[in-house]
């Protein structure tokens, strides 16, 4: 919590990740960044659920492969419509928070424990998993969509704006949607955080009973932001769908659910910036190491979280920012002290925290 | 919200409430009332059942058997925070805070519940200022000293303006001076506010009450003025006499 409220060092980090999206491309192709972003936001959606909410969810490649098969089989029914592509984004974003919303209701209201909560959501996603690699043949038709089984559903429109002559967002131009979305959920989960809703799901993380002797309903409160994480969640997979041009149960996958946890971890929790950063990191290592065959990439990625654990056990975002906090909070406090909102005295007193 | 005006009788009224977990009967068949504005001390050996009481007027135990009224509602069954949206405020024996939030965001949290951004604001000062905490505002509550802990649990409580007050033992484990503090926050508090406390300290207990009730094993004991109870025979073998041992 001290971490979100940080507002310089939030400007700070924001203004750094604006500055690497728009450089990036320089270095290296906007295909392969592109994908990193959308993973950077696959790991904001996770960070908005555990770290301000307090809720640890394996299952958010549920909603990612959710929004993505539900934007590719949309897609494919609406085909030859101007709106088609839009239409279909709008749909998949419906169909991936009306889940979450219903999961997490269930869940929320069924008083489930934290760790069957945990398990329930894995159990999904390895549901999800199973199912999509069945469902080969053709009972298992949406529309004009087959489902494909463990081939996935290939040759479905790509994103594309109606104007005079239909724009189609790929390259480039994806690459560009792409970061908008991800800075504006990035603004936006920041923004989120500040507001007596979020602040309200700061308190029932910190003391649950606290806050409902309050008068703040708890399941209400934690079924809305697993909605929203959802719903975030759901994004990526859309944007995912258009970048890859197909989708396969392979985004169901365990490893795509324990990858996501990973990012956040190492990127730091109780920061927005932390988990973008853990998949913008991993995400590059992992596709540099994919071009040597010296040693097998999971055994370096593993090794590279250990250390992460080890050596910075709150993350990498949140542990540069404890370095740099005694800058900033002495900034901060300097400015409130010239308005007049704090006397001298308690200035001096919360520069020991 | 619970129109407590018109009720001048009673704001909080319990019948036959009883509490079992397993074969401990914690509480046995205790009928309460209270009148409006009132200030009532709770007191009574350890076990006596007086947190479970009041757990069970919050909704945080549902009663085996009885009923809970708050002025004309039956709460009995309901959860915690549909009671605390009626009005009721509780601090529990324990200090319960939101550790890793600043103690000025554990008041705004109370304050913003029943007011708009605007008034939680100033709420929230306001009870920094009136408990002396404003120099703490934005310490983690999770660092804060027992005493204090206390004193920040009190102003949560407070800056949700509740009508119908739950103390649990407010005065536990505080210095002679906050005591004092704590007593005649009380007293003022009650000039509008019904209050229930629960306390061991006899000498905080007969500065703040005119009325007292007795706990022990699980049942009301005796029930009546301050000075009439303390000195009862009864109360001071159950009570005072284990005390003094
Ligand atoms: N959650 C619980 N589970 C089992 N027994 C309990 C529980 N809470 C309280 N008790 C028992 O109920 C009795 C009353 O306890 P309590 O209400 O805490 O008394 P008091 O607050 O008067 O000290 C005690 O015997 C205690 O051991
Ligand atoms: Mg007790």
Redesign the pocket.
Known sequence: MRALHANIGWWFGFALVTLALLFAPMFWGSFHLTLLVIQGLLALSLGLLWGQAGILCFGQSAFYGLGAYAYAVAAMNLQGHPWGTLAAVFIALLVTASFAAALGAMMFYGRVSDVYLGVITLVVTLLFNKFMNAAAGSAYVIGQAHLGGFNGIPGFPPLALPLSESFEVTGDALYALCCVLLLLALAGCHWLGQTHWGRALAGVRENELRAQLLGYDPRRLKTGIFALSGLLAGLAGVLYACWAEIVTPGLFSLKQAAEVIIWVIAGGLGTWIGPVVGAFALGGLKSALATQTLIDNTVIMGAVLVAVVLLLPRGVVPSLQRWLQPLGSRARWRLRWMRGEVTANVAKDSHHD | MIDTKSQTSCVLETRGLG?R??G????DSVDFSLRQHELRCLI????????????CLTGQ?TPSRGEVWLADTNITGWVPHQVARLGVGIKT?IPSLMNELTVRENLWLAARRTQPARQADDAADEMLERLHLAPLALKLAGQLSHGLRQRTELGVVLAARPWLLLL?EPAGGLTHDEVQQMAELILEIGRTTSIVV?EHDMAFVRQIAQQVTV?HQ?RVLRQGAVDDVLSDQVVREVYLGKRAQ
């Open positions: 509490v977990f397993g401990v009967v914690a509480v009574g050996p350890n076990g006596a059942g007086k947190t479970s009481f009041f757990r135990t024996q649990d629960v706990f699980g």
